[in-house]
């Protein structure tokens, strides 16, 4: 743990914008999948994306498919959720999650490397 760093959250109206960044400082996770998880006041830690270890798959909770987007720069080292249409229900600390398999998974438990989180709430 503490090998993956989000930025990002903050306060927003709804209906407003966010974009979150995850970066790994000092170690390379190009070859693991990666995903995003949220746990908002008085609620499990639950699935929002994931993407595959290239990008070529990206998985979507329902609660936020078509309204958010997961991508990745591998030369960056990084992930990104790009967040629209925000919603009172989405105010969550968001975590990043890394996990080895390479097509990329929406179960809590595959993930064995995660940030400290970054909070975002959607407030007017």
């Known amino acids: 743990q503490g090998q993956l760093v989000e930025s990002g959250g903050g306060l927003v109206q709804p209906g407003g914008s966010l974009m979150l960044s995850c970066e790994a400082p000092g170690r390379d996770f190009s070859d693991y999948a990666r995903g995003w998880f949220r746990q908002g006041p008085e609620k499990e830690r639950e699935f929002v994306a994931a993407i595959s270890w290239r990008g070529r798959r990206t998985y979507y909770a329902d609660s936020v498919k078509g309204r958010f987007t997961i991508s990745r720069d591998l030369a960056k080292n990084a992930v990104f959720l790009q967040m629209d249409g925000l919603q009172p229900e989405d105010t969550a600390v968001y975590y990043c999650?890394?996990?080895?398999?390479?097509?990329?998974?929406?179960?809590?438990?595959?993930?064995?490397?995660w940030g400290q989180g970054t909070r975002v709430t959607v407030s007017s």
């Open positions: 999650g890394a996990e080895s398999s390479v097509l990329g998974s929406t179960a809590l438990s595959d993930y064995a490397y």
